[in-house]
């Protein structure tokens, strides 16, 4: 057996181009289930993490995913408001620590317009608890002040000192424009990989300006308009919101102001835990995952099954070889282990080079998935799921190389001394 492995390393090395390519094969498969296993956690992650700090997003009562969806998400359109006096009512409640209201409804360009208060960049948290953080410039602080995402300046080619008008209503093009009230540049934020990215943040009070002379908030008043500058002299308070982010002294206490929310007696709202609702709501929407991690796993079948082929293939090439290996001594069941250690051998080789890869790949990409779509990749060693994946990929290699083992096995026994070519 000792003269035996340097035989088979200068077989290999004879046959390097089919087996190196039969290498590659594997790698690049193993790069690819882990990727999209690594995608499939970390789109969960930032998904699930899209707000965190939050104990409660309140807002008029509905579905807890279509309050989330329209809240955190911007996505859709609130079925009703919530009253501002709701809201100060709620906010000033002994059990809360600190409120954020939000409104909602205008755009620009498509992308979501949300008015809310200097508090939202000091409370709002996403991730592992992280704060918004200014790329360029500071928060607003003037009426007709807007503060960006990272997307909305990378897509929009918006920097600080621009200006631009909003938009009535959701959507890309065909809207009725604030075109009379224009803002100012004057914040980006850094990429979060949650919808932040996508909006752009207004003082409440721009959002009750724009719409002064507008006919109950929906379309212009014909033959009004109220200049920028004159919109100080009017109470800008809002009299609705469309929902609010609350944040509570103990965490104990989210279950008893969930149920006073739920409760409450001037409007019907609704209290939800963000955490509870957006797991809901990825159970949903988590089925493309799995069954993208399906199509990885077959391409990695695919691989394997090549390497079988390949050595199968080389078998009747190989029977001389076979042959002088049973001359210098070896016998039929170590012919066996022979070529089954070849083709084991090759798929760890291909484990390792795949994982090698990806790691490569996850840290050059990072940036531009986080530009891109929104997800944050974070290069770390093989997690525990990951080994699992691993340890079944070498599994079923092993058990893929016992065939072409079992064939030489079989043609060592058939040709003896004399291979039959």
Avoid at 2 to 12: E, M, Y
Avoid at 29 to 53: W, Y
């Amino acid at each position: 057996m000792r003269n035996l492995l340097p035989l088979a390393v200068k077989s290999a090395w004879n046959r390097r181009l089919t087996l190196g390519l039969t290498l590659v094969s594997i790698a690049l498969s193993v790069t690819m289930l882990l990727g999209v296993e690594r995608l499939r956690n970390e789109a969960h992650n930032g998904f699930s993490q899209s707000v965190s700090g939050t104990d409660l997003v309140v807002g008029a009562r509905t579905s807890p995913i279509q309050l989330m969806l329209y809240a955190v998400f911007r996505i859709g359109e609130a079925t009703n408001n919530m009253r501002w006096s709701s809201y100060k009512d709620i906010a000033q409640h002994p059990l809360v620590a600190w409120s954020v209201p939000i409104s909602l409804g205008d755009s620009h360009h498509g992308f979501p317009v949300l008015g809310t208060t200097p508090a939202y960049f000091e409370h709002f948290r996403y991730g592992d608890a992280q704060p918004l953080v200014m790329a360029q410039g500071k928060p607003f602080a003037n009426v007709f002040d807007v503060v960006i995402g990272a997307e909305v300046a990378r897509a929009l080619h918006y920097k600080l000192g621009d200006r631009i008008t909003l938009s009535h209503g959701m959507g890309a093009a065909g809207l009725p424009e604030h075109g009379d009230k224009p803002f100012t540049v004057v914040g980006i934020l850094l990429a979060t990989g949650t919808p932040v990215d996508r909006t752009l943040h207004v003082k409440l009070e721009a959002i009750t300006a724009i719409h002064l002379d507008w006919v109950g908030g929906a379309a212009p008043m014909p033959g009004v308009s109220i200049p920028a500058e004159m919109v100080k002299k009017f109470d800008l308070a809002p009299k609705e919101i469309t929902a609010m982010l609350l944040g509570l002294k103990s965490r104990v206490a989210v279950f008893r102001m969930q149920r006073l929310i739920n409760e409450y007696e001037k409007e019907a709202l609704l209290g939800v835990m963000p955490g509870v609702a957006l797991e809901q709501l990825w159970q949903m929407v988590g089925v493309a995952e799995k069954s993208l991690l399906a199509v990885s796993a077959m391409v990695v079948v695919v691989g394997l099954s090549g390497l079988i082929a390949v050595i199968l293939a080389s078998l009747n090439e190989r029977r001389r070889e076979l042959a002088i290996l049973r001359a210098v001594g070896a016998r039929p069941h170590e012919v066996f282990l022979l070529l089954t250690l070849e083709g084991l051998f090759i798929t760890l080789s291909g484990v390792v080079l795949g994982v090698t890869l990806q790691a490569a790949l996850s840290f050059a990409l990072a940036p531009l998935a986080l530009a891109q779509f929104g997800i944050a990749l974070h290069p770390s060693l093989v997690s525990a799921e990951e080994l699992q994946l691993l340890a079944a990929v070498v599994g079923i290699g092993m058990l893929a190389s016992l065939i072409p083992g079992y064939h030489a096995y079989k043609l060592s026994l058939s040709d003896g001394l004399t291979p039959r070519i």
